[in-house]
């Protein structure tokens, strides 16, 4: 029942790029929205669930929520950049790797060695699966035959490790203060939009907060905030590695929708590098759902 629960999120968080993608919008215009639409559901938590926010609560959920910021801000500086079927795989794979990290060696959740060894085995394969993905057919780029678009690959790269870090240390913060998953959501939202608002005003992009555009990724933040309650409520049940490895599994909605329904170009041989990368991403997400 829990692995079905962690599941949840790859569902929703493989969608947010795509929603984003079509609504348009700067990054910071889609992390405003985002963060505001976070904020509409972390208030749908606490009139549905009236958990105790204590003090604990707001500090982790606050400092979980700015990480979160700047790891997604710098998440859509990278689709804007190099496109979402390569930012996403680039993402997942580095995310993977630190929070399996963290989840083995800060919190010990692999404790035999049978589980030592699928895990790793798990990890390897999905980050292999994210690689795979990102795969560029480089005599096509040389003819100009793939998306000229989205080349600016030094940014790319550079906001991918900055998102990394984000992301990484908004789920090791939650994780180590060990508070009510449903209690936590709305500080953590709180967070993630004063998180926004200063990274708009180190921009200089205040202006962008009335933007229309901005408003309409609130929508972005709903179908986030689903995936991050469902995230944060199997972590205690399966772990870290495991919810937030199987959460990443929609590399495979975010990838394959980037492409159809976004229009973003792969040739026929990217397109073999994305349908095998897809398939070890799943695999590796199986593998570690058969953990618990």
């Not at 580095?94 to 798990?122: P, S």
């Amino acid at each position: 029942m829990f692995i079905a629960l962690a599941l949840i999120p790859a569902l929703a968080w493989g969608s947010v790029g795509l929603i984003s993608g079509k609504l348009g919008g700067t990054p910071i215009q889609q992390t405003l929205g985002m963060t505001a639409g976070a904020v509409l559901f972390g208030i749908f938590t606490i009139v549905v669930y009236q958990p105790a926010l204590t003090g604990r609560v707001w500090i982790s959920g606050l400092l979980s929520g700015l990480f979160w910021a700047v790891g997604q801000s710098q998440q859509f500086t990278s689709m804007k950049a190099i496109g979402i079927s390569k930012t996403v795989p680039i993402s997942t794979g580095l995310q993977l790797a630190g929070n399996a990290l963290a989840g083995v060696l800060l919190f010990h959740e692999w404790k035999t060695t049978h589980m030592i060894t699928v895990g790793t085995i798990a990890v390897v394969v999905l980050i292999a699966g994210a690689a795979i993905t990102s795969l560029r057919d480089r005599a096509a780029s040389a003819m100009g035959a793939t998306d000229t678009q989205h080349n600016d690959v030094s940014t790319g790269i550079r906001a991918s490790i900055f998102s990394t870090l984000g992301y990484v240390m908004y789920t090791i913060i939650v994780n180590y203060a060990n508070v009510d998953a449903k209690a936590v959501v709305f500080p953590q939202a709180i967070g993630m939009f004063v998180g926004a608002i200063i990274f708009a005003l180190y921009k200089k992009s205040a202006k962008d907060i009335t933007k229309l555009v901005s408003y309409k990724n609130v929508l972005t933040g709903l179908v986030w905030g689903v995936g991050n309650l469902f995230m944060f409520i199997s972590i205690p049940h399966v772990g870290l590695a495991i919810s937030y490895s199987l959460a990443q599994s929609g590399i495979v909605i975010s990838t394959f929708g980037s492409i159809w329904f976004l229009g973003e170009k792969k040739t026929n041989k990217e397109m073999v590098y994305v349908v095998i990368g897809s398939v070890l991403v799943i695999v590796g997400s199986v593998l570690l759902g058969m953990l618990k």
